[in-house]
């Protein structure tokens, strides 16, 4: 039997990189790195009456996407050494669509793990590096393993740039619309 997002995910397979011109801003409880925006809110742009739910939700794949090629851009402004792959897990690790659209849209190779890894195991191994219980951090890809790695497909990622430059343009056209909208119903989200 196929789960919701198996079946979300092969309907949105169908749809073409930029989702036919849906745009999405993945801000729905305000946005942390790298704006620091408690304002900042989900936008949709593009939405007509051609769009399906498999558009709205590869949109929002993207979206994510978009964000975290923003965060590792900005990572490298700030003079951060960041390893030329990028490793995920939990519910993106599951989607072949997500971790295709994640290399695509940051040009980078995704690699996803062995077994089922979820964000708390992570967090707890992130946790003992830093209580000194795991002494050699490298040793973790060693522990976890890797199933698959995802590489970018440079047509797809020239196409995925070119949406991903309205994306960081329309967060700056519309976020004093988001903060005033905000403001308007009391000033928290």
Aim: charged share 25%; hydrophobic share 40%; aromatic share 8%.
């Amino acid at each position: 039997d196929l789960d919701p997002y198996q079946i979300l995910d092969l309907k949105a397979a169908d749809i073409p990189p930029g989702s036919e011109g849906l745009l999405a801003l993945p801000y729905f409880m305000g946005e942390r790195a790298p704006l620091w925006d408690p304002k900042a809110l989900g936008t949709l742009v593009g939405l007509t009456l051609y769009h399906t739910k498999a558009h709205l939700y590869r949109a929002l794949m993207e979206a994510a996407a978009y964000s975290l090629r923003h965060s590792i851009e900005t990572g490298k402004e700030c003079g951060l050494r960041i390893k030329e792959e990028t490793r995920v897990v939990g519910g993106v690790a599951k989607s072949k669509l997500w971790t295709q659209i994640l290399a695509d849209v940051t040009g980078r190779p995704i690699l996803t793990p062995a077994g089922n890894v979820e964000a708390p195991l992570a967090d707890a191994l992130l946790a003992g590096i830093g209580v000194g219980l795991v002494p050699d951090h490298r040793r973790i890809v060693e522990w976890i393993g890797t199933v698959q790695r995802v590489e970018p497909r440079e047509e797809v990622h020239a196409k995925y740039d070119r949406y991903y430059r309205l994306y960081r343009k329309l967060y700056q056209d519309i976020s004093e619309t988001m903060h005033a909208l905000v403001d308007l119903e009391g000033g928290e989200i």
